[in-house]
């Protein structure tokens, strides 16, 4: 980790982390040169002697690094210094998409559609500079405090010119929950995948969740591969006809069936605003719904070709693990933000966004007036809308309500012979209570050791208040004092009021809880008439050296409550009452304040703390740190593993704390052997030669790949990885059947590959 007030480039000042992704940290900085905040990206440390690692970062900047648009985060510079690599990105304050849905549950089909314009006009300028985001989802999308909506994190984008084919891995893939069926086979991507992935953030928009969940990645791939998606108008009745054929026609399991641009899905968004039920939306293949305005009855589901579904019910379904820590190596850069977290959603306000998201859509020209007509004057449609909500959650929930109405009274009805069982089980409880109470009473009384009940046992631990012995003469307190278990020591003193022979004083004073044994000091009249004398200089002396200077001028010594004190050494005279120099009788008390040291620190725990935090504890609590590195496969890098003293002892203020920084893991890197055309036994073999963990997954059929040969593997040949990463592999179960023919022709009946070429 980088520490806060670093410069690089001698330009970009690091003001501390902020995100942490697979590849890089981000660090929020100052930009000196243009005096502005930015998001610093820096290659974390076990990448940096990496030349792979180092040229997939540097081409990702200078792709991404040509993209300026308003819907995008922006990316500024990108440089070298002291071997660190790092790109300048623009700083957006403001909220996920994710973050907003979890919010307010699910979006109103206003603000899908007004979103979701923002979002694909930034992925079209993206497409346009030939880049693929490969990973949009709600996650990547922030909202920012002036309601702007801006594409991020590009960190796994490539050029729309690379013939590079990506699988479903753990390191190269978006959130499986909105890859592309393409994707998900390690097909072709290209801008049209994209799309898919923003249908699918669209349909979180309207329902609340995502159409395709399960236990593991791959269960939730095949789904995108095999399933067909739920029409959101199950879920949500009122969505407009217009908003739920653009979803659907995005989330086309063929690539040639979905929107073939970002401009052709902005049309019919926009056309949505103004004539949300309109039936423009071209579907090829799919059985399509009537529109509202053209129906009776309720609304159907829209479906897949029938070409399309037995196509998909051939393919085999795989129950194989995998690892469910899939999602969380992915490069959310601002998604982990912890300078956002809960700044964000408390400054976010939900009627803020609105009127600035309603003051910005409504500025269009093209739709302003049609737009507001439409949705504020179309009565129908929403007393259409209230009407189905209404009358469908009133019946859900009455129903709902007596279920468990119901349910409750069932686990109220006990069997007779049960409630029995319980009475006598509660006498039973009930007698033996009342004879473990009878026994301690009994013992604390002595009815079971026959004489006395029992006392606790004295010790010289135990606490006595201390008599009241001045105007009494030594004799008649050393009486009163044994009583108690008290010792005495005598001095005299001249004094004007008691008479020779009578206590003056004592010390400690009378009422005062002590243990037993302790001496009482007590000052005796000598008679004399007391003499005036002046109070000597004791501060800083030792407590033995300031009782014989006091005594010395004839005055009584008293003790009071010991304080802490930086300033003073423990043992040592803070302060004496009355004050030095004073002039006062012989004979008169005299306070003094000891020292108890310096006041002890309790060390904080710094464990578990980023460097930073753990040093602005250190010096919080008075307390200095010193810092060592080692690694650690436990703890994140630029974290605490551990420190020489435990969390909450007391030490002296300035003791230096040591604690160890985790550089992270010591990661052995192998490179990934080709199991293309092996069988299964030799690709098990090869895997575990070279270090890696194999995971088979299942078999499917492949047109080019012979039967029991590997046609699929999770991470290309060549790939260096590190040792023990799961490489999951597929086999060839031969060529697939030929399909009935359903009656379409084109390229309905061809496989996707070749739609994309």
Do not use: W
Not at 704 to 721: A, I, N, R
């Amino acid at each position: 980790m980088i520490k806060e007030g670093v410069f690089l480039g001698k330009r970009y000042e690091i003001l501390g982390r902020i995100g942490s992704g697979g590849m890089a940290d981000v660090y929020k900085g100052k930009d000196h040169k243009l005096n502005r905040f930015v998001a610093i990206k820096v290659l974390k440390s076990t990448y940096r002697s990496d030349e792979t690692f180092i040229k997939k970062f540097l081409s990702e900047a200078q792709a991404a690094a040509g993209l300026m648009h308003p819907n995008v985060v922006n990316v500024y510079d990108v440089g070298q210094d002291r071997g660190l690599y790092y790109m300048v990105m623009e700083l957006v304050e403001g909220i996920t998409l994710k973050d907003y849905i979890e919010k307010k549950g699910k979006l109103s089909a206003k603000e899908t559609i007004s979103i979701s314009i923002q979002m694909v006009t930034g992925i079209q300028a993206a497409h346009n500079c030939h880049i693929i985001h490969r990973d949009i989802k709600p996650q990547n999308i922030i909202i920012s405090k002036d309601g702007k909506v801006k594409v991020t994190d590009f960190g796994i984008a490539r050029a729309t010119t690379s013939t590079a084919t990506q699988a479903v891995t753990t390191t190269v893939m978006g959130s499986v929950h909105y890859t592309s069926p393409e994707q998900a086979r390690g097909g072709i991507v290209d801008e049209k995948s994209d799309i898919y992935s923003a249908g699918i953030t669209m349909y979180e928009m309207i329902t609340g969740h995502v159409p395709f969940d399960g236990d593991s990645t791959v269960t939730v791939a095949l789904k995108h591969l095999n399933e067909v998606i739920k029409s959101p108008a199950e879920e949500v009745p009122d969505i407009p006809y217009s908003l739920e054929c653009i979803i659907m026609k995005c989330t086309q399991k063929l690539p040639n069936k979905r929107y073939m641009s970002c401009e052709e899905l902005l049309q019919d968004l926009k056309h949505s605003l103004v004539d949300p039920d309109g039936d423009f939306v071209v579907l090829d293949g799919v059985t399509k719904r009537m529109p509202a305005a053209s129906q009776d009855t309720g609304r159907t589901t829209v479906v897949m070709s029938q070409d399309e579904l037995n196509r998909m019910k051939n393919r085999q379904n795989y129950d194989d693990d995998y690892d469910d820590d899939y999602e969380d190596d992915y490069d959310d850069d601002y998604d982990d933000g912890n300078d956002y977290d809960d700044r964000r959603r408390s400054s976010y306000d939900d009627d803020d966004y609105d009127d600035r998201r309603r003051s910005r859509y409504d500025d269009d020209d093209d739709y302003d007036d049609r737009r507001r007509s439409r949705y504020d004057d179309d009565d129908d449609y929403d007393d259409r809308r209230r009407s189905r909500y209404d009358d469908d959650y009133d019946d859900d929930y009455d129903d709902r309500r007596k279920d468990r109405y119901d349910d409750r009274r069932k686990k109220n009805e006990v069997n007779k012979d049960t409630k029995k069982i319980m009475k006598i089980l509660m006498v039973v409880a009930g007698v033996v209570i009342a004879l473990l109470i009878m026994f301690l009473v009994g013992n604390a009384v002595g009815v079971f050791k026959g004489g006395k009940g029992t006392t606790t046992q004295q010790t010289d631990s135990e606490m006595v208040k201390v008599p009241d012995v001045t105007g009494k003469t030594y004799e008649e307190a050393q009486k009163e004092l044994n009583k108690y278990d008290l010792g005495i020591h005598k001095s005299t003193a001249p004094s004007d009021t008691v008479a020779k022979g009578k206590i003056i004083s004592q010390d400690p004073a009378d009422g005062k809880k002590v243990k037993k044994h302790t001496t009482v000091n007590v000052v005796i009249s000598s008679g004399e008439e007391a003499k005036m004398t002046t109070i000597p200089s004791v501060v800083g002396m030792s407590e033995a050296d300031a009782e014989k200077a006091l005594q010395a001028k004839n005055l009584v010594v008293k003790k009071g409550d010991p304080v802490y004190s930086d300033d003073v050494e423990q043992g040592e005279v803070v302060s004496v009452s009355p004050s030095e120099g004073a002039e006062v009788k012989e004979g008169t008390t005299v306070t003094l304040v000891i020292s108890k040291g310096n006041q002890p620190a309790t060390v904080p725990k710094l464990t578990g703390k980023s460097q930073s935090d753990a040093e602005a504890a250190l010096s919080q609590a008075g307390l200095s740190g010193n810092a060592t590195e080692d690694y650690s496969d436990t703890v994140e890098e630029g974290y605490i593993i551990s420190q020489d003293t435990d969390a909450g002892k007391e030490v002296s203020k300035g003791t230096t704390i040591g604690y160890v920084v985790s550089k992270g893991p010591k990661m052995t890197v192998v490179t990934v052997p080709d199991l293309s055309y092996k069988d299964k036994n030799t690709a098990e073999k090869l895997l575990k030669q070279a270090g890696l963990t194999p995971e088979y997954i299942g078999e499917d059929y492949s047109d080019e790949y012979p039967k029991g040969q590997v046609f699929y593997q999770s991470v290309s040949s060549g790939t260096q990885v590190e040792k023990g990463t799961t490489v999951q592999y597929m086999v060839s179960k031969g060529s697939q059947p030929s399909a009935p023919d359903s009656g379409n022709s084109g390229n309905d009946s061809g496989t996707e590959e070749n739609t994309n070429q």
